[in-house]
């Protein structure tokens, strides 16, 4: 692949070349023309061609990424807000796209239409207030739209009423991985501080604190699915951003503060692997990998792992340091069943102290 | 050649005295001529923009081929590049030095300086800047924070990596990144160097503009670049003291033990002492200068556009009034959306309402702009020079990556693609793109004046800007899908993700894409050197153009006219204007009325 890639480029290249060569040929032919390095009628005449063939190849590209590069969109969200989220994303890009095919293909049309002749008067037109009155208010009114139903989605999303049952977890993020911190019996995360960090308690719960006994502290993140999470992030070092793309959730983690975030699970870790979209998802990148571990192993390398069943993650999506790249934590939606099993397998801060 | 300069000036021009005699250092080097700043401006913008250009290729082959082992890297990376593969750190380095490079020293020195330095005096009938001594120090000033800038690349722990953000505390504490040592410090000193500079040029153009016009020359009757560059220098003396205050805060946090910024850390297994800053406060301080940036590169490539677009079409700028208003408009919105840029950081949910709001309604002067770019082709008698080439693609660009703006700027669409590879296609698109076009329209379009007469080979242009227009294209659109696919920037490789090793292809198809329009530049770059020795001496006027830098004599010299200045009885845009009985253009068998001109007999008088 990257030999044929490399040789797409050496080819392109030569081409380019040649075709330079060629230009500049005819340029030194041309010189003793009358115009000289100002566009004549030829030159008119040859780029307002190359403008509606570039308007194809621009359509073409939009098209093309459209039709092949959509598949990589994240699949339908996994969280209750999400599917607004989803819906004012396919409405705004349904929009930007029929403002992008209009004023493109006017753009190019009106280059290629009245192209430079000799003898061509140019209109004057300096102004009309009406027009400008029109094209003024349509943006006015639209985007009023996109404001007005854009906000009232971030108000739903962020000034979050809390259920009754909310479960509340602590993000903790620390160079470069995650933790997490389930708030216990009590739902009350306790009192903690960077100056607490000692020995085992590396999330520097404070020891004195009644409501931290209870605290769970895990390395994997088990959301019990249709219950309200409410997430408290906080940071031992630098700034970090907990991305969980298939939620259609992210806030940044900041250091000295506690910010938070909500969501609800709608979708299980298992309901999600049996979607067509993911199966779909997982055949092709096993596909890759198998063909990629070919390689590697006639190279002597060990063969990468499987990828055939997936699981939702939390990453990190604000640069934190050399591994920032590196910086992941499973995501797991169960019933409410299988989370009450697992969290009773972890250990509380009061018991993982005691040790 | 200078001799007989001197000449003509003694015997004609009473202000030109103080130009008696030019040493090779007067001359070329320690200029306080206006029209010899600008081409020192140009050429180390565009030197820094090779660098800068040269580091993307190298991270995009990263990117586009993970950890393999490459001798490029062993040859420019040395010690970064073990056995030839990229190491993880001087990644981060790349991307944050590329995005330094490109944001301050190509697009906002290399363009507006350059542009604003050559054509403020020469379009407004002025003999040279308020000050051409502040001018001259302004240049020194940018030229040293250039040098500071590519010295910190062979700092022993590497140049700064923490982003061009340079958020805290990762660019405040070297235990978190090697880089934010030495490098970091460097960076710091040249960016305060920088907004010196950059200030003594805003101020300056503010002052010329308003006192130095010719007779004749009203507000209404500046050519638009005016407005773009005299604007652009308002929203820099507003906002760049800003960012100076950000740097001197983290200076003092980083070398003072201050805490503006930093609270409650835990780093290298101890307790930090600071207590009681935050990182939030850096970013609003931060954005309160990035944002407005933005409008600073690309504002004066807007200008540049559409002085190029009205010459070209042989028609007046649509809506000249509407025009301005919008660059207004823009300038002023510009200021106060900084916060779309930290929905998810943390700050208040009511705030990022508000910005969102201020956000979409600047989208509303930048349409205005756009239709009156497509009102202004219709219509036309379109001259396909290569700067009017790159006119029309800025206008392409600006709507496809303007368009993105609108998701970006809806703070609840931002939750899901904010840092994503679909903010990185957004924003080369619209500022990135835009404004190199914007750059290279005004090269074009104005080489003969720089270079006395001489003309930059026009079809070595057109290769230069079809390439460059597929290739852009080719790069930035299809960066918008990877973006929609959750894949965050500014990571190294995606080997941990396997999720993404179905985007491997399309990020090898975009480098690919990179390294042939980056190489494409180097046309470019032949046709400029080579068309400085050997360029072909054109007419005083090539264009046709109303604007008066066009009626001083190709010969440069200090005073830009010989004898009196001109003065001005009209707008420049008067293209095409037809007499009063619609039998023959104002000037019979000429399509341009140029400002020095009078009204004539037969003809309207309009507004301006």
């Given at each position: 692949m990257?030999?044929?890639?490399?040789?797409?480029?050496?080819?392109?290249?030569?081409?380019?070349?040649?075709?330079?060569?060629?230009?500049?040929?005819?340029?030194?032919?041309?010189?003793?023309?009358?115009?000289?390095?100002?566009a004549?009628?030829?030159?008119?005449?040859?780029?307002?061609?190359?403008?509606?063939?570039?308007m194809?190849?621009?359509?073409?590209?939009?098209f093309?990424?459209?039709?092949?590069?959509?598949?990589f969109?994240?699949?339908?969200?996994?969280?209750?807000?999400?599917?607004?989220?989803?819906?004012?994303?396919?409405?705004?890009i349904?929009?930007?796209?029929?403002?992008?095919i209009?004023?493109?293909?006017?753009?190019?049309f009106?280059?290629?239409?009245?192209?430079?002749k000799?003898?061509?008067?140019?209109?004057?037109?300096?102004?009309?207030?009406?027009?400008?009155?029109?094209?003024?208010?349509i943006p006015?009114?639209?985007?009023?739209?996109?404001?007005?139903y854009?906000?009232?989605?971030?108000?739903?999303?962020?000034?979050f009423?809390?259920?009754?049952?909310?479960?509340?977890?602590?993000?903790?993020?620390?160079?470069?991985?995650?933790?997490?911190?389930?708030?216990?019996?009590?739902?009350?995360l306790?009192?903690?501080?960077?100056?607490?960090?000692?020995?085992?308690?590396?999330?520097?719960?404070?020891?004195?604190d009644?409501?931290?006994?209870?605290?769970?502290?895990?390395?994997?993140?088990?959301?019990?699915?249709?219950?309200?999470?409410?997430?408290?992030?906080?940071?031992?070092?630098?700034?970090?951003?907990a991305?969980?793309?298939?939620?259609?959730?992210?806030?940044?983690?900041?250091?000295?503060?506690?910010?938070?975030?909500?969501?609800?699970p709608?979708?299980?870790?298992?309901?999600?692997?049996?979607?067509?979209?993911?199966?779909?998802?997982?055949?092709?990148i096993?596909e890759?990998?198998?063909?990629?571990?070919?390689?590697?192993?006639?190279?002597?390398e060990?063969?990468?792992?499987?990828?055939?069943?997936?699981?939702?993650?939390?990453?990190?999506?604000?640069?934190?340091?050399?591994?920032h790249?590196?910086?992941?934590?499973?995501?797991?939606?169960?019933s409410?069943?299988?989370?009450?099993?697992?969290?009773?397998?972890?250990?509380?801060?009061?018991a993982?102290?005691?040790? | 050649?200078?001799?007989?300069?001197?000449?003509?000036?003694?015997?004609?021009?009473?202000?030109?005295?103080?130009?008696?005699?030019?040493?090779?250092?007067?001359?070329?080097?320690?200029?306080?001529?206006?029209k010899?700043?600008?081409?020192?401006?140009?050429?180390?913008?565009?030197?820094m923009?090779?660098?800068?250009?040269?580091?993307?290729?190298?991270?995009?082959?990263?990117?586009?081929?993970?950890?393999?082992?490459?001798?490029?890297?062993?040859?420019?990376?040395?010690?970064?590049?073990?056995?030839?593969?990229?190491?993880?750190?001087?990644?981060?380095?790349?991307?944050?030095?590329h995005?330094?490079?490109?944001?301050?020293?190509?697009?906002?020195?290399g363009?507006?300086?350059?542009?604003?330095?050559?054509?403020?005096?020469?379009?407004?009938?002025?003999?040279?800047?308020?000050?051409?001594?502040?001018?001259?120090?302004?240049?020194?000033?940018?030229?040293l924070?250039?040098?500071i800038?590519?010295?910190?690349?062979?700092?022993?722990?590497?140049?700064?990596?923490?982003?061009?953000?340079i958020?805290?505390p990762?660019?405040?504490l070297?235990?978190?990144?090697?880089?934010?040592?030495?490098?970091?410090?460097?960076?710091?000193?040249?960016?305060?160097?920088f907004?010196?500079?950059?200030l003594?040029?805003?101020?300056?153009?503010?002052?010329?503009?308003?006192?130095?016009?010719?007779?004749?020359?009203?507000?209404?009757?500046?050519?638009?670049?005016?407005?773009?560059?005299?604007?652009?220098?308002?929203?820099?003396?507003?906002?760049f003291?800003?960012?100076?205050?950000?740097?001197?805060?983290?200076?003092?946090?980083?070398?003072?033990g201050?805490?503006?910024?930093?609270?409650?850390?835990?780093?290298?297994?101890?307790?930090?002492?600071?207590?009681?800053?935050?990182?939030?406060?850096?970013?609003?301080?931060?954005?309160?200068?990035?944002?407005?940036?933005?409008?600073?590169?690309l504002?004066?490539?807007?200008?540049?556009?559409?002085?190029?677009?009205?010459?070209n079409?042989?028609?007046?700028?649509?809506?000249?009034?509407?025009?301005?208003?919008?660059?207004?408009?823009?300038?002023?919105?510009?200021?106060?959306?900084?916060?779309?840029h930290?929905?998810?950081s943390?700050?208040?949910?009511f705030?990022?309402?508000?910005?969102?709001?201020?956000?979409?309604?600047?989208?509303?002067?930048?349409?205005?702009?756009?239709?009156?770019?497509?009102?202004?082709?219709?219509?036309?008698?379109?001259?396909?020079?290569?700067?009017?080439?790159?006119?029309?693609?800025?206008?392409?660009?600006?709507?496809?990556?303007?368009?993105?703006?609108?998701?970006?700027?809806?703070?609840?669409?931002?939750?899901?693609?904010?840092?994503?590879?679909?903010?990185?296609?957004?924003?080369?698109?619209v500022?990135?793109?835009?404004?190199?076009?914007?750059?290279?329209?005004?090269?074009?379009?104005?080489?003969p004046?720089?270079?006395?007469?001489?003309?930059?080979?026009?079809?070595?242009g057109?290769?230069?800007?079809?390439?460059?227009?597929?290739?852009?294209?080719?790069?930035?659109?299809?960066?918008?899908?990877?973006?929609?696919?959750?894949?965050?920037?500014?990571?190294?490789?995606?080997?941990?993700?396997?999720?993404?090793?179905?985007?491997?292809?399309?990020?090898?198809?975009?480098?690919?894409?990179?390294?042939?329009?980056?190489?494409?530049?180097?046309?470019f770059?032949y046709?400029?050197?080579?068309?400085?020795?050997?360029?072909?001496?054109?007419?005083?006027?090539?264009?046709?153009?109303?604007?008066?830098?066009?009626?001083?004599?190709?010969?440069?010299?200090?005073?830009?006219?010989?004898g009196e200045?001109?003065?001005?009885?009209?707008?420049?845009?008067?293209?095409?204007?037809?007499?009063?009985?619609?039998?023959?253009?104002?000037?019979a068998?000429?399509?341009?009325v140029?400002?020095?001109?009078?009204?004539?007999?037969?003809?309207?008088?309009?507004?301006?």
């Open positions: 990257t030999v044929f890639l490399v040789l797409i480029v050496i080819i392109l290249f030569a081409v380019a070349i040649w075709q330079m060569n060629k230009i500049y040929a005819l340029s030194k032919g041309n010189s003793s023309g009358e115009s000289g390095e100002v004549n009628g030829k030159d008119n005449r040859i780029n307002a061609k190359l403008m509606v063939m570039f194809v190849f621009l359509y073409f590209l939009m093309y990424c459209f039709w092949h590069y959509s598949k969109y994240l699949p339908e969200a996994s969280s209750a807000h999400g599917s607004k989220y989803d819906n004012l994303m396919f409405i705004s349904a929009l930007i796209m029929v403002v992008q209009i004023t493109q293909f006017l753009l190019h009106f280059a290629y239409k009245y192209k430079g000799k003898g061509q008067r140019a209109l004057f037109y300096a102004d009309n207030d009406k027009l400008e009155f029109i094209w003024t208010i006015v009114i639209v985007l009023a739209g996109l404001i007005i854009g906000l009232f989605t971030w108000s739903d999303i962020m000034n009423d809390e259920d009754e049952d909310a479960l509340v977890v602590e993000l903790y993020a620390q160079r470069f991985n995650w933790k997490a911190r389930y708030a216990g019996e009590d739902n009350i306790g009192d903690a501080n960077v100056r607490f960090i000692e020995g085992i308690n590396q999330l520097g719960i404070d020891p004195s009644v409501d931290g006994q209870d605290d769970v502290v895990t390395q994997e993140l088990h959301l019990p699915v249709g219950r309200q999470v409410i997430f408290k992030l906080r940071s031992q070092d630098v700034l970090h951003s991305y969980m793309p298939h939620f259609r959730a992210q806030m940044n983690v900041v250091p000295g503060m506690i910010t938070q975030f909500s969501f609800t709608t979708v299980t870790t298992e309901e999600i692997r049996k979607t067509d979209y993911m199966q779909e998802k997982m055949r092709t096993q890759i990998r198998k063909e990629k571990s070919k390689e590697l192993v006639a190279a002597g060990p063969a990468l792992d499987d990828y055939d069943e997936f699981d939702y993650y939390l990453l990190c999506n604000k640069i934190c340091g050399e591994s790249y590196n910086m992941q934590m499973k995501i797991i939606v169960e409410q069943e299988d989370y009450e099993k697992w969290i009773k397998t972890q250990k509380t801060f009061e993982s102290v005691a040790q | 050649m200078s001799a007989n300069a001197t000449a003509l000036e003694h015997a004609h021009d009473d202000h030109a005295h103080h130009d008696h005699h030019q040493t090779f250092i007067t001359k070329y080097i320690f200029s306080t001529d206006h010899m700043i600008s081409k020192q401006y140009l050429i180390t913008g565009l030197i923009g090779f660098i800068g250009i040269a580091m993307s290729i190298l991270f995009r082959m990263q990117l586009a081929w993970p950890e393999k082992s490459f001798t490029i890297f062993e040859v420019f990376l040395g010690k970064w590049a073990p056995d030839g593969v990229m190491d993880p750190s001087i990644y981060l380095s790349l991307v944050t030095i995005g330094t490079i490109m944001v301050f020293f190509v697009l906002t020195a363009l507006s300086g350059t542009f604003s330095n050559l054509l403020i005096p020469l379009q407004i009938g002025a003999r040279d800047m308020a000050s051409g001594f502040l001018n001259m120090v302004s240049y020194w000033l940018f030229f924070s250039a040098v800038m590519c010295s910190s690349l062979f700092v022993e722990a590497g140049p700064a990596a923490a982003g061009w953000t958020y805290p990762l660019s405040a070297p235990e978190s990144i090697s880089a934010s040592g030495a490098g970091m410090t460097l960076w710091l000193v040249s960016m305060a160097i907004i010196a500079s950059s003594l040029g805003s101020l300056n153009y503010v002052v010329t503009v308003i006192n130095m016009r010719t007779k004749g020359m009203s507000m209404t009757r500046l050519p638009l670049t005016i407005w773009a560059f005299f604007v652009t220098a308002i929203i820099g003396i507003v906002s003291p800003v960012l100076l205050s950000a740097a001197l805060l983290l200076i003092m946090d980083r070398s003072f201050t805490s503006f910024f930093l609270s409650d850390i835990y780093i290298g297994g101890e307790v930090l002492h600071n207590s009681g800053g935050s990182p939030v406060l850096f970013e609003h301080l931060f954005w309160f200068l990035g944002h407005p940036e933005v409008y600073i590169v504002l004066p490539a807007l200008g540049i556009s559409s002085e190029v677009i009205a010459t079409a042989r028609k007046p700028i649509f809506g000249y009034r509407a025009m301005i208003a919008s660059i207004l408009a823009i300038a002023f919105l510009s200021t106060i959306v900084w916060g779309h930290m929905f998810v943390g700050m208040n949910p705030l990022g309402s508000v910005f969102t709001f201020t956000t979409l309604l600047i989208a509303i002067p930048s349409a205005v702009k756009a239709f009156n770019y497509i009102t202004t082709l219709w219509k036309g008698n379109l001259q396909m020079n290569p700067a009017m080439l790159f006119s029309i693609g800025l206008v392409s660009t600006f709507i496809t990556g303007g368009l993105t703006g609108i998701i970006l700027g809806d703070s609840t669409l931002d939750i899901n693609v904010h840092d994503t590879y679909f903010v990185v296609a957004h924003f080369h698109l500022m990135g793109i835009s404004a190199l076009y914007g750059l290279f329209a005004g090269v074009y379009h104005w080489f004046k720089m270079f006395e007469g001489k003309m930059l080979n026009k079809n070595l057109y290769v230069h800007f079809w390439v460059t227009a597929i290739g852009s294209y080719a790069v930035f659109f299809p960066m918008h899908f990877i973006g929609m696919a959750g894949l965050p920037r500014r990571y190294y490789s995606n080997t941990a993700f396997p999720y993404f090793d179905d985007l491997a292809d399309v990020n090898m198809m975009i480098t690919v894409a990179a390294i042939i329009t980056a190489a494409v530049q180097l046309v770059l046709n400029f050197i080579s068309s400085i020795f050997y360029g072909k001496k054109g007419p005083k006027n090539p264009w046709k153009s109303n604007t008066l830098e066009w009626t001083t004599e190709l010969k440069h010299i200090h005073g830009n006219w010989v200045i001109p003065s001005v009885y009209r707008w420049p845009y008067d293209y095409s204007k037809l007499n009063e009985d619609e039998t023959d253009y104002v000037i068998g000429q399509d341009f140029p400002q020095t001109v009078p009204l004539q007999e037969n003809e309207e008088e309009m507004n301006h």
